[in-house]
T-cell receptor
Framework: EAGVVQSPRYKIIEKKQPVAFWCNPI?????LYWYRQNLGQGPELLIR????????DSQLPKDRFSAERLKGVDSTLKIQPAELGDSAVYLC???????????????FGPGTRLTVL | KNEVEQSPQNLTAQEGEFITINCSYS?????LHWLQQHPGGGIVSLFM???GKKKHGRLIATINIQEKHSSLHITASHPRDSAVYIC???????????FGTGTSLTVIP
């Protein structure tokens, strides 16, 4: 069974440029997470989807970050315009869980390492 | 204050040593997760536990719900165990996850 797929694996851009990350979760997983991980830190949740609905985007910097999961499967995370402080690893994860059931295992993708120059 | 605290932050061990990484949390949880992250690699789930102890090969994870504490043990450590080990908890209400900052382990041959 394929795991969570992310692309690209690495991205280097200049500040003020836009950038987009793509995630394909494990088949059948209805919950999808986007995390940002800074060097030496644990992942920080940006947004969580249950199917196509964003159920927790409280930590998403909405002035420059946006995300979508139109058909409840693949998801994209966009930053426009990127800033120097956005350099981090962006992780996507998925789990087989429904609203109200907590504690289900998350499966992580390899991440996209973003460097903003 | 972080909901999940790990110690130590960095750990260097000689090959063969017994290793313990600790995790304390302050929220009510439905499960605790131990994750492994190699440099440049994605995160792999090692254990998910809500009580007692689990063992997988040379890895053992324990949890004490009353004390809100968990430990990850590695027996007969090996250089390939070098990685960052992250403790995470899923809250008992809703689907929020809280992550520790990780413990960077280096095992020297």
């Amino acid at each position: 069974e394929a795991g969570v797929v992310q692309s690209p694996r690495y991205k280097i851009i200049e500040k003020k440029q836009p950038v987009a990350f793509w995630c394909n979760p494990i088949s059948g997983h209805n919950t999808l997470y986007w995390y940002r991980q800074n060097l030496g830190q644990g992942p920080e949740l940006l947004i969580r989807y249950e199917n196509e609905e964003a159920v927790d985007d409280s930590q998403l910097p909405k002035d420059r970050f946006s995300a979508e999961r139109l058909k409840g499967v693949d998801s994209t995370l966009k930053i426009q315009p990127a800033e120097l402080g956005d350099s981090a690893v962006y992780l996507c994860a998925s789990s087989l869980e429904s609203s109200g059931r907590a504690g289900n295992e998350q499966f992580f993708g390899p991440g996209t390492r973003l460097t903003v120059l | 204050k972080n909901e999940v605290e790990q110690s130590p932050q960095n750990l260097t061990a000689q090959e063969g040593e017994f290793i313990t990484i600790n995790c304390s949390y302050s929220v009510g949880i439905s499960a605790l997760h131990w994750l492994q992250q190699h440099p440049g690699g994605g995160i792999v789930s090692l254990f998910m536990l809500s009580s007692g102890k689990k063992k997988h090969g040379r890895l053992i994870a324990t949890i004490n719900i009353q004390e809100k504490h968990s430990s990850l043990h590695i027996t007969a450590s090996h250089p390939r165990d070098s990685a960052v080990y992250i403790c995470a908890v899923s809250k008992d209400t809703g689907n929020q996850f809280y992550f520790g900052t990780g413990t960077s382990l280096t095992v020297i041959p």
